[in-house]
């Protein structure tokens, strides 16, 4: 599968953001999907997990109760939601997508997305 992320850019803190990653290929279903962030010389760091039906949603402490993960199977896209943006959300964000567990260790994931570039100023 093929994953192409958008939707970033530059907001106030305080804002809200929604990023999409559209899958190609018709086993989109088929995967686990979650979303990451690298800031400059960090490690790239989980967000948000969904899985393959959409029933069950995973997020980091970081982000809870700020960032919401959905999917549309029927569209092959996820989402994440990102309201009351801080300043240290700033980063590069990727969709993932995993045979196995839409969990926070980065290496269950097989395929990742170019990456989107979030800056949320002060």
């Known amino acids: 599968v093929q994953l192409q992320a958008s939707g970033g850019g530059l907001v106030q803190a305080g804002g809200s953001l929604r990023l999409t990653c559209a899958a190609s290929g018709r086993t989109f279903s088929s995967y686990s999907m979650g979303w990451f962030r690298q800031a400059p010389g960090k490690e790239r760091e989980f967000n948000a997990g969904i899985s393959r039906s959409g029933g069950f949603t995973y997020y980091a402490d970081s982000v809870k109760g700020r960032f919401t993960i959905s999917r549309d199977n029927a569209k092959n896209t996820v989402y994440l939601q990102m309201n009351n943006l801080k300043p240290e959300d700033t980063a590069v964000y990727y969709c993932?997508?995993?045979?196995?567990?839409?969990?926070?260790?980065?290496?269950?994931?097989?395929?990742w997305g170019q990456g989107t570039q979030v800056t949320v100023s002060s």
């Open positions: 993932g997508a995993s045979l196995n567990y839409a969990g926070p260790t980065s290496d269950e994931y097989r395929y």
